[in-house]
């Protein structure tokens, strides 16, 4: 057998013994006298519908397992493929098990976030506050999540966000956008905060 089909074998036998434990898992024990490990690494994949995925560890000792019970005092179900995650995890009899997460950074996915996506969406129109937004004035973008579809602008020498929505960008013919670029921006007050109805390329 070669080395690649030997371990596509291998990870195929963990997700199946995975699959087994989780069966009878439940939410994860805590107070077991178990030694827990602090462990960073990338989400490697995530499957929604079976509520288990594994995170690839910065620190070793093969993939952590991660079951969405976990995640519930974070309010999700699911972690997208990329996102940067920090927990604590125990040495079971299959390998490393995420017992707590202690935190995780979503700007870094590169895979779909499905809790985002299952929930209702609260339509905003931006173009609607066009009549509420203030002149042209010169802002830079904070950081955009194109799986998102948004992100955040900021004015100079004003760390307050701006929001704005792919939708926004795409209308102005924007397509390639990239962290501190410059823009001209029309911003109204949304519901949550200020939002961008307008951009425009600052050149």
Request: proline share 5%; with cysteine.
């Amino acid at each position: 057998m070669s080395r690649a089909a030997a371990a596509a074998a291998a990870e195929a036998a963990l997700i199946g013994r995975a699959g087994g434990a989780l069966a009878g898992a439940g939410s994860a024990p805590s107070g077991d006298g178990q030694t827990l490990e602090r462990h960073t690494g990338t989400v490697k994949w995530f499957d929604a519908t079976r509520g288990f995925g594994f995170i690839v560890s910065e620190q070793g000792g093969g993939d952590i397992l991660v079951h969405f019970s976990v995640l519930r005092d974070h309010g999700r179900r699911s972690l997208p493929e990329g996102a940067r995650v920090e927990c604590l995890a125990a040495h079971r009899d299959r390998g490393l098990q995420a017992r707590q997460i202690l935190s995780f950074d979503l700007s870094t996915a590169i895979g779909p976030d499905h809790d985002l996506l299952a929930r209702p969406r609260e339509r905003v129109d931006p173009v609607a506050l066009a009549d509420q937004a203030g002149p042209p004035e010169p802002v830079r973008v904070k950081w955009f999540n194109r799986l998102k579809g948004y992100g955040f602008l900021v004015r100079d020498g004003d760390d307050g966000d701006i929001f704005v929505h792919m939708e926004t960008f795409r209308r102005a013919g924007i397509l390639d956008i990239q962290p501190d670029q410059r823009l001209i921006a029309r911003i109204a007050d949304g519901r949550k905060g200020p939002l961008a109805v307008q951009v425009d390329p600052a050149d």
